[in-house]
């Protein structure tokens, strides 16, 4: 008897075998129209970063670029197509500025190199040279840019009325067309840039230092609103001692603590430091200097206790108004929660102001119903309590919000059980409700001490750290290390940025050793389902 010939069965064919559709003719237009753009947006981007010098921004641009033309101009890698632009923007928004804090904490926190400092210090020493030329000067900025903050141009029409424009780097025609100017030969209109009145000239503070280099030590300064000169530098860099030179007094200064100092120790520092690093100092600085560490700890104190206090209040509270609303006994209980809800929709700032102006001594509606006198934001502890009333204010409304949720979550069944068994409401909310609702909101309540740790526009607006102490006004009695750090980079007569970012990094270390811990115990919980 001869076996049967079995036919292999025929091969199932996958979608991958064949084709997918072709999008629509104006898909690919659209498509093509848009990567178009983004390399046009791209280009216009490199060269105003070409202008400003910042070659690395370049290299980052050209790489995003050809990224996004390689992702988009095919019709494969169809998952990095949704995850490119969140990658870009993890890239941009949360690595970079991680990145860039690190490398600022190992310098002394200074943004500009010592050759621009040495550059700006031969600008500012330009006086007029007896003889020299006078030119008829408009300021302005590039069109676009805001007349507060944008870069400076002096726009000159010089004594043979040739037209030139000059900035930080040096002077350069000025092209004709379409240049305005009156009789006198002040320009009034120049495309591309947006001229200065007198009242935006006078805001600038920066146009008191301002000069064009010309070569050779000479530069043009303003004189007034209308007018320039061309001047010559007093004080000049000698490369080959790296020293300055007052040519005038023949003053001496040399490098130390990176700026130039008087050689024989007479006279004024320039103020002018430029970018160094300085390895573990701020950090050393941190744990060593007796004001800083004692500040330190003292913020580091009541940091935690705010954290901990804050997610305690809100929690206790938002699951207390949670249960009462969760008995099905209780009529109106949308119309009652989407009330509670308020508070937590109104944003944060206008809160923080209005609860500030409500603890106001004199004048406050809390002073005045309860007709007290208390010092709410002159007084160290009053002003702690005013903070942690208006935290539980804005934070109770979250915290009945996850509760809620969680409370409807649990099944009735397990409650009726424990009431058969003879459990009261009290045991029944400790040994039943309390381990199922954490389950589900520990996590939640780590992530909110974590973001109460950082609090920071709830301290900035009610008390902006304070109140101070007379013998240490850089401390306040509110202040998180995050207000802290944010006072030492960006107020004062020297801000410390280097110090700053220190403190931010000892603050991110700190909120991953507790939130890991609190995870490890909350893990424990999930034992209980």
Do not use: C
């Not at 390689?70 to 870009?88: D, E, H, Q």
């Not at 805001?146 to 141009?153: H, I, N, P, R, Y």
């Not at 009053?382 to 934070?395: C, E, S, Y």
């Amino acid at each position: 008897m001869s076996q049967a010939t079995k036919t292999p069965p025929a091969p199932v064919s996958s979608p991958a075998d064949h084709d997918s559709p072709k999008p629509p003719l104006w898909a690919v237009i659209v498509k093509w129209a848009a990567l178009a753009l983004v390399v046009i947006a791209a280009f216009y981007l490199a060269t105003r970063l070409a202008d400003e010098g910042y070659t690395l921004y370049i290299v980052i641009l050209a790489f995003v670029v050809m990224a996004v033309l390689a992702v988009y101009s095919t019709r494969r890698n169809i998952p990095m197509k949704y995850l490119l632009p969140g990658l870009i923007l993890l890239l941009g928004l949360q690595v970079w500025p991680i990145i860039m804090t690190v490398s600022t904490a190992f310098t002394n926190g200074q943004t500009i190199t010592k050759s621009e400092t040495i550059a700006a210090i031969e600008r500012n020493s330009v006086q007029e040279v007896q003889g020299s030329p006078r030119y008829n000067l408009s300021i302005a900025v590039k069109e676009g840019d805001d007349v507060a903050t944008g870069k400076l141009f002096f726009l000159l029409t010089g004594p043979d009325g040739a037209l030139k424009v000059g900035d930080e780097k040096g002077l350069s025609d000025l092209p004709a067309d379409g240049v305005v100017k009156t009789d006198s030969g002040k320009i009034t209109k120049a495309p591309g840039y947006t001229i200065l009145n007198a009242r935006q000239v006078n805001d600038r503070k920066d146009l008191a230092t301002f000069a064009v280099p010309t070569g050779d030590g000479t530069g043009i300064k303003a004189v007034g609103l209308s007018a320039a000169f061309e001047g010559r530098a007093t004080i000049t860099y000698d490369e080959a001692s790296d020293t300055l030179k007052n040519t005038v007094t023949g003053q001496v200064y040399v490098v130390k603590d990176a700026r130039f100092v008087p050689k024989d120790g007479q006279g004024q520092a320039f103020p002018q430091k430029w970018k160094e690093n300085v390895g573990f100092k701020n950090f050393q600085t941190i744990l060593t200097d007796a004001s800083i560490r004692a500040g330190f700890l003292k913020i580091f104190s009541w940091n935690l206790a705010f954290a901990a206090l804050s997610v305690i209040t809100t929690f206790i509270l938002g699951m207390l108004l949670a249960l009462l609303f969760n008995d099905e006994r209780l009529k109106g209980k949308g119309f009652y929660r989407a009330l509670l809800v308020l508070p937590y929709a109104i944003p944060t700032f206008v809160t923080s102001l209005l609860w500030k102006s409500m603890f106001n001594q004199d004048y406050g509606l809390i002073n005045s119903l309860t007709h007290l006198d208390v010092d709410w934001l002159g007084n160290a502890w009053a002003a702690k309590a005013a903070i942690l009333i208006t935290n539980l204010w804005l934070g109770f409304p979250y915290m009945f919000l996850i509760t809620t949720g969680a409370l409807q979550s649990i099944p009735s069944d397990v409650r009726e059980a424990a009431k058969i068994d003879g459990a009261g409401p009290a045991r029944t909310l400790r040994s039943i409700i309390m381990p199922l609702l954490l389950v589900a909101v520990g996590p939640l309540l780590i992530a909110s001490f974590a973001f109460n740790f950082n609090n920071f526009s709830l301290i900035y607006l009610l008390t902006g750290g304070g109140p101070f102490d007379s013998s240490n006004t850089s401390i306040g009695n509110t202040d998180l290390l995050i207000t802290y750090a944010f006072r030492l980079a960006f107020s004062g007569t020297s801000p410390n940025y280097g110090l700053a970012a220190a403190v931010s990094i000892l603050i991110f270390f700190i909120v991953a050793i507790m939130s890991y811990a609190g995870f490890r115990r909350t893990a424990a919980l999930e034992e209980v389902n």
